[in-house]
């Protein structure tokens, strides 16, 4: 079992930052994949960057956050998600997954493909 813990969400302004944590703790060793998905109001719950663990150059964002959202990790079974030039588009729950699954079904970020979840954090983001 994995368990992992989210951290970071606020409310911010147009154009503003967020950093948002993910701590992964449990049997972690069979994870080769963490993942941030968000879910808005009335939305279906969407991919939104993937990082290979312990490859931090396997990254992979949706085309909503590229070139603004930043994925990383370190060594202690954290991840990080790095949210410039936020919009209110970007307001949603987020949520961190890990997947046991291959880095060429991670980086499709479909949900069907992560079974662990943490609970959420909100990110509100306001003109």
């Known amino acids: 079992q994995v368990v992992l813990e989210e951290s970071g969400g606020s409310s911010v302004q147009v154009g503003g930052s967020l950093k948002l944590s993910c701590a992964a703790s449990?049997?972690?060793?069979?994870?080769?994949?963490v993942a941030w998905f968000r879910q808005g109001p009335g939305n279906e719950r969407e991919g939104v960057a993937v990082?290979?663990?312990?490859?931090?150059?396997?990254a992979a964002y949706s085309d909503a956050v590229k070139g603004r959202f930043t994925i990383a990790q370190d060594n202690a079974e954290n991840t990080y998600l790095h949210m410039n030039n936020l919009n209110p588009e970007d307001s949603a729950v987020y949520y961190c997954?890990?997947?046991?699954?291959?880095?060429?079904?991670?980086?499709?970020?479909?949900?069907?493909?992560?079974?662990?979840w943490g609970q959420g954090t909100q990110v509100t983001v306001s003109a």
């Open positions: 990082i290979q663990k312990g490859w931090g150059y396997n």
């Open positions: 997954a890990a997947s046991t699954f291959s880095w060429v079904d991670c980086r499709r970020l479909r949900t069907t493909d992560f079974g662990f």
């Open positions: 449990g049997y972690t060793a069979g994870v080769n994949c």
